[in-house]
């Protein structure tokens, strides 16, 4: 059986109760735990019923744990008891009980069946329970710890996946895919454009082919338009007819993917970062994708 802070602290919350006479209190607090939770727990429980002259409780709760020193020496007793061998003294009744002496039935000499003191034991030694404290803790967080890590191995393993799958189904001919860390970036080996926003009909067949591969896939999807710096105009920040571009880039491949146009975003390059070192073949698209 396994023990973790949690369920130290609901133990001891229980066993505080139980010393104080609230026997209903300490029941109802070791009942938040799972059947199984740990030998102390199931110890303590058994003590409670004992205590409460259920001694057919007490026993069933002992017989999970039966070479604890509890059970050793506490089912011999109830069965004395149930066999009139012995005679049974008043019990503690159910509830709080005013004050702190304690009524006590059928004490064993050892002590483990009740509590037979008038005040509750000692507590243990502050700096053995604090380092027990912290033990649970720390051994709590370095579960954690393992947890987050195997999640972030899997998280990243399966974007690998995706980007892998998402590069090979864009790889067709008249496009150079860039795997890059987090997305995939298509660039078109032609300007698909001829003049402003007008596509030629080779970067129409890319669009459509392009589009295509597009069916089925998850991925976010950037188009970006790119423009050449003109005398006269803005020679950086991005320009109307880069933007132009890509809306109807993304129309394009709206029609051929069957993906509402809304499904692309869209964004204009700047005229200082364009993709190629050859005019022409910078009036085009780029698509960054995301899975």
Known sequence: MTSDLATVLVVDRARTAAYAGDLDEAERILATLAPD??????????????????FAEADAWWARIPE??????????????KGRRRTRRPLWQPG??????????AALATGVVVWVHSE?????????????????????????AAAAQARQAVTASSRAKALDQLATAMTVPGVHVRRQADSVE???????FSYDDNL???????LDRIGTRLRGQTASITVVGHALAVLGGP?????????????????QLAHASGRPLTGFALSSGDQTANPFPHPAANRTVTLLMTP
Do not use: H, K, N
């Open 68 to 81: 604890s020193p509890g059970a050793v020496a506490g089912r011999p007793l109830i069965a004395a008891i």
């Open 96 to 105: 709080r009980i005013a004050g702190v002496a304690a009524v006590t039935v």
């Open 200 to 206: 030629t009909t080779g970067g129409a067949i890319m």
């Open 186 to 192: 298509v660039l078109f080996d032609a300007g698909v």
């Open 120 to 144: 509750p034991p000692p507590p243990a030694d502050p700096a053995v329970a604090a380092a027990q404290v912290a033990e649970q803790r720390a051994r709590a967080l370095e579960q954690q």
């Open 235 to 251: 020679q950086s920040g991005g320009s109307v007819v880069a933007l132009a571009r890509a809306l109807v880039a993304a129309r």
């Open 37 to 54: 939770a740990t030998d102390e727990a199931l110890d303590l429980r058994a003590r409670v019923y004992a205590q409460r002259g259920d």
